[in-house]
């Protein structure tokens, strides 16, 4: 196995192990024993844990972001992408249930800055993104004129950790893609140009 092969399959399995048994309690000889290998072939790969969860930070940014693009290229409707978007994140999250723990980690956060760090930039890249679908809708009239973009972008990402802490909080007992599409349109209402 290449060494690129072998880093993605210990990123996928930090992932699985954190989904679980939890983040915190995730050891690089969980990670071997999984694996079939020993720690130390672990770390010729990633020189620390710490590495290998903020290798996992990126690849899960890296997954995301196409999804993304790939659901908001799907219509010239800044209304109809944010929409598929939102569904495209839930979807993402539904099929790889440790992203929440692992992004929101509060454990992984205090222990390297570095993943603190990247998860704003991420968070701050997607709200820019959203920010400027709702400037094309406004410009275009899908939007009402008087929306904050900014606030606006705030609050979409807000909902989607809201129903992915929901999700968690319930054990599964409630479809977080159900439940999105539940809520979505209430936002969709909130921000469309009134027609008079």
Known sequence: ??????????IRVAI????????????TQNMADEMGLTQGAIFRHFSSKDDIWLAA??????????????????????LQSLENMFLAHVSFVARHPAIPRIVFSDYLMRRDMRLK??????????????????SRAKASGFARSDLD??????????????????SHIF????????????????????????ID
């Open 57 to 78: 930070v990126n690849w899960i940014r890296s997954q995301l972001m196409n999804a993304l693009a790939e659901a908001a290229a799907k219509s010239a409707n800044p």
């Open 1 to 10: 196995m290449s060494a690129g092969d072998r880093q993605d399959e210990v």
């Open 16 to 27: 699985e192990l954190a989904a679980k048994i939890g983040v915190e309690s995730v050891t």
């Open 117 to 134: 760090l990247l998860i704003q930039e991420i968070i701050t890249g997607y709200e820019a993104n959203i920010s400027g679908l709702l």
């Open 149 to 166: 973009e900014g606030s606006a972008a705030t609050l979409y990402i807000g909902m989607i950790q809201g129903l992915v802490l929901q």
């Open 171 to 194: 054990g599964g007992r409630r479809s977080l893609l159900e439940e999105a599409e539940k809520v979505l349109p209430i936002y969709l209402n909130g921000i469309r140009a009134r």
